[in-house]
């Protein structure tokens, strides 16, 4: 939901926007201008983003990966010992709890998950600025077109805390004790030894699935600097009015801040993190507006601009957040110059 003061920011740069053309117009004196300069302030709608996440899947080797390899579990270990794992067995092994002692075996779980995603939109206008020049090629007695050069930025922000939907997965592992009375848990072997002996690859591997939710939070802040190049019209209608259109082509630069704050349920641990990245997004605009001459020189102008610039990703953790910005639809408002 827009907030009051997000809302009566909006207002006031408008409003700026719009009356700085009563203090700067120049008396008329011709009307043949070929150049045109423009400042607008923006405001960006439409802005979405897809979050997807956690996701793991970098399990431990299997069954016939390999005498001599680690293994990392969440409960335990079974790594590489002094002697190279000579015959197959190591005394560089450890485990946590009884339960893991299953008759002459012992159990060793790793966990993985599939991460889901959510979509989420911009709650409040993304606020800019926009700077533009246009120069007429020609004028005919309908109006004129030129080609425009111009270059906004733009402060992108989605915020998402609904709950998650992932597939957690759950790997395990039975190692052979041979024979060997295991120690109490918790045990924990070293690499020199020596010590209880394990069966150094496991014998058996089996894979579940369950469904889960992480809670928590995911935010995206970028800026948007975007570079638009195409030709312009302008037809002039009534009393000072004029419709203005134009479209063509359009870069973007986008740096981005991706941060999370992730809790998969009761008695487990929050996990964080963030990064940023720049990158480059290319694609396509096109705008229509209205202005209304105050005098020769100077004009106030209000219009809506849609621009496509394709999808922008950064991942960190195993998640990921995807900036949409294939729909971005700006309003604009501002003051234009011409000579």
């Not at 408008?14 to 009356?19: D, E, H, M, T």
């Not at 779980?109 to 600025?129: I, K, L, Q, R, V």
């Not at 507006?289 to 953790?317: K, M, P, W």
Request: glycine share 14%; net charge negative; hydrophobic share 35%.
């Amino acid at each position: 939901m827009q907030s009051p003061v997000s809302f009566l920011r909006l207002v006031g740069l408008g409003a700026v926007f719009a009356l700085v053309p009563f203090f700067v117009c120049a008396q008329d004196d011709t009307e043949t201008d070929w150049n045109h300069f423009g400042l607008n302030f923006r405001a960006g709608f439409n802005i979405r983003a897809v979050f997807t996440g956690p996701s793991s899947s970098a399990f431990p080797p299997g069954p016939g990966a390999g005498l001599a390899l680690n293994h990392q579990y969440n409960d335990g270990f079974v790594n590489v010992d002094s002697s190279g794992n000579q015959g197959g067995r190591t005394w560089n092994w450890g485990y946590q709890n009884a339960s893991q002692i299953s008759g002459g075996d012992v159990l060793m779980h790793a966990t993985g998950s599939e991460g889901g995603s959510e979509e989420h939109s911009s709650d409040d206008p993304n606020p800019g600025f926009d700077f533009n020049y246009v120069r007429d090629i020609g004028h005919y007695s309908w109006g004129q077109w030129g080609i425009k050069i111009a270059s906004g930025y733009t402060r992108l922000q989605v915020r998402d805390n609904d709950p998650m939907n992932v597939k957690l997965e759950t790997l395990t592992d039975t190692y052979a004790l041979n024979g060997v009375i295991p120690p109490q848990a918790p045990y924990t072997g070293s690499f020199s030894g020596p010590g209880p002996v394990l069966g150094s690859e496991p014998i058996s591997r089996s894979l579940g699935t369950t469904e889960g939710i992480v809670s928590g939070s995911h935010n995206l802040d970028a800026a948007l600097i975007d570079l638009r190049l195409g030709p312009s019209v302008n037809i002039p209608l009534f009393n000072r009015f004029s419709v203005q259109g134009g479209g063509g082509l359009a870069v973007g630069l986008v740096d981005s801040h991706f941060t999370f704050n992730e809790n998969s349920g009761p008695g487990s641990a929050s996990v964080s993190g963030g990064n940023n990245r720049t990158g480059f997004v290319a694609g396509a605009y096109a705008e229509a507006g209205f202005a209304y001459r105050i005098c020769h020189s100077t004009s106030i102008f209000t219009g809506a601009q849609f621009e496509y610039l394709g999808d922008f990703s950064q991942n960190v953790d195993g998640r990921t957040a995807q900036l949409k910005l294939g729909q971005n639809i700006f309003y604009e408002l501002g003051v234009q110059w011409q000579f």
